[in-house]
């Protein structure tokens, strides 16, 4: 797939309807649903719950696209809905649809965020949303849905879920602009600028590399994290940073690295022609997953990816990471770094804790 492919340019389409209706969300086991094509080892769930115009049509534009490339989920709603299903509680004055609410991270910044570029709706009474298959359907609103939902003046804490049917004096309903491992329209740049010039112009946070806890996807970050820290990267956990500091770093910074997954994805905040790096896992062993080369693609960043390997085991060889790095950076690794990072985990600064693996050099 060529990058030209995963950015598409078209015109963002934005439906206004009347006595639509909203089915209820649900989450249908592949188990129950015998009638659906076979599916990838990975997938997990059918949903239901999407928008029907007064006429009992299916709305597609309020349907989540799913089961592309191994994603894990996929609506099943039928194209009718029979008259004598088309009844519910009524809702009055004008609503905004937000189609399906992603409580995690890398989901609600790709996906999520894809209906909130209409800027020019006006004045809402009541903003819906459905639930997804995370958290078994629960919603968890966290402070970083809030923070960028209030920059792009969202009005998420006023969300109503979509568990039981409901029928809306007006509805409007923003076009998905990310679909799941396929692509994303051009459109969404004007949401990350809009997110990140709020953030921009600050002093330059320099070369940031982005960690986590270790797992069946990449066993060894202390050792990539002290491969990075040598060439002068500064170790940040995204789980541990407020949003609002994340999104200063990413914005300002000269170089953004990070290990494959959503850490990556934040080079949607950072300016066009960055430099980035991804550290590849047992996931993404050759090159980026789809939702990375579209965000690629997306922000316009210069690109750099370090293999994981082909091994069984969890762990990515150092010496690998840090010869891909040179090569990348044209330095050599310095020592004094790696040993003020070792000094801050020893004194509770960073990565410390029986959970985190030993670094192997």
């Known amino acids: ?70 994603d894990q989920a996929a609506s099943i709603d039928p194209p009718l809905l029979p008259p004598e299903q088309r009844g519910g509680t009524w809702l009055t004055g004008r609503t905004l649809y937000l189609g399906p609410f992603m409580n995690h991270y890398g989901h609600f910044i790709t996906e999520g965020l894809s209906r909130y570029w209409k800027q020019d709706i006006g004045p809402v009474d009541h903003v819906v949303a459905y639930p997804f298959m995370h958290n078994n359907g629960n919603i968890r609103i966290k402070p970083f849905h809030r923070h960028l939902a209030g920059i792009l003046e969202v009005p998420i804490d006023r969300m109503a879920i979509l568990r039981s049917q409901t029928v809306f004096d007006e509805i409007v309903i ?137 091994g069984t085991e969890a762990d990515i060889a150092p010496k690998a990471v840090r010869k891909r790095l040179s090569i990348i950076l044209g330095e050599l690794p310095r020592r004094g770094p790696v040993l003020l990072l070792r000094l801050k985990r020893r004194f509770g600064g960073l990565g410390g804790g029986k959970a985190r693996k030993k670094a192997k050099a």
Not at 204 to 222: E, H, K, M, Q, V
């Open 1 to 70: 797939m060529t990058a030209p492919d995963l950015v598409v340019q078209a015109e963002p389409q934005c439906l206004t309807l009347r006595d639509a209706v909203a089915t209820p969300f649900a989450l249908v086991p592949p188990a129950d649903a015998p009638d659906q094509p076979r599916r990838d080892p990975y997938f997990k769930a059918y949903t239901r719950g999407c928008l029907y115009d007064c006429e009992g049509r299916r709305v597609d534009l309020s349907l989540r696209v799913g089961a592309i490339a191994g």
């Open 174 to 310: 923003p076009e998905q602009l990310w679909t799941n491992n396929l692509h994303a329209n051009a459109h969404m740049r004007t949401v990350y600028e809009r997110i990140r010039s709020r953030h921009a112009g600050r002093k330059s946070t320099g070369r940031i590399f982005l960690s986590r806890a270790p797992s069946d996807r990449l066993g060894n970050p202390l050792a990539v994290e002290e491969v990075f820290a040598s060439f002068g990267f500064r170790v940040v956990y995204p789980e541990r940073t407020p949003i609002a500091e994340q999104l200063g770093l990413y914005a300002n910074c000269e170089v953004l690295a990070s290990l494959a997954g959503s850490g990556m994805h934040n080079c949607l905040f950072a300016r066009p022609g960055l430099m980035t790096i991804e550290v590849g896992d047992r996931r993404a062993r050759r090159n980026p997953i789809p939702m990375q080369r579209i965000a690629n693609a997306l922000a316009q960043v210069e690109a750099h990816f370090i293999p994981f390997g082909e």
